[in-house]
C-alpha cells in the first residue's frame, strides 16, 4: 500500500510539475503551440491529467470540495500566467481549454467510479 501510495502521488506530482513549468513558461517558449490554436489541445490535456492523478491522490477528499478546487484552478492558473510571467497573457478560450479539461476528467473519473469521494 506505502509503495503505490508514494508512487501515486510520485506521478501526480511530477504531472503537475511539468504542467505548471509548461504553464508559466516564457511566451516566446509556447509560440509553437500556438499554431492552428494547438495551444488549447494541450490545456485540456493538462488539466485532464492534473484533475485525474490528482483525484486519484486525494481519493478521500469530499467531492464537493475537490470539484470546486479544480474549477478554481482551471481560471486560476490562467489568471496567474501574466502575474507570474510578464510576457504571458490571461486568454479566455484557454480558461475554456481548461475547463473542458476539468469536464473530460470528470467523465474519464465517472466512467472509472472514481469521481466520488471514498467512504
Do not use: Y
Amino acid at each position: 500500500m506505502l509503495k503505490s501510495r508514494f508512487f501515486g502521488l510520485f506521478v501526480c506530482g511530477a504531472i503537475w510539475v511539468v504542467v505548471l513549468a509548461g504553464m508559466f513558461v516564457p511566451k516566446a517558449v509556447v509560440d509553437a503551440f500556438e499554431v492552428n490554436q494547438f495551444d488549447k489541445v494541450l490545456h485540456l490535456g493538462a488539466l485532464l491529467a492534473m484533475v485525474v492523478t490528482a483525484r486519484c491522490v486525494l481519493h478521500r477528499l469530499p467531492s464537493s470540495l475537490f470539484w470546486s478546487g479544480a474549477l478554481f484552478w482551471a481560471v486560476a492558473l490562467e489568471a496567474l500566467q501574466p502575474v507570474l510571467q510578464a510576457s504571458r497573457e490571461f486568454n479566455w478560450l484557454d480558461v475554456a481549454a481548461n475547463l473542458a479539461g476539468v469536464l473530460a476528467a470528470a467523465l474519464v473519473l465517472w466512467l472509472f467510479g472514481l469521481a466520488r469521494a471514498d467512504s
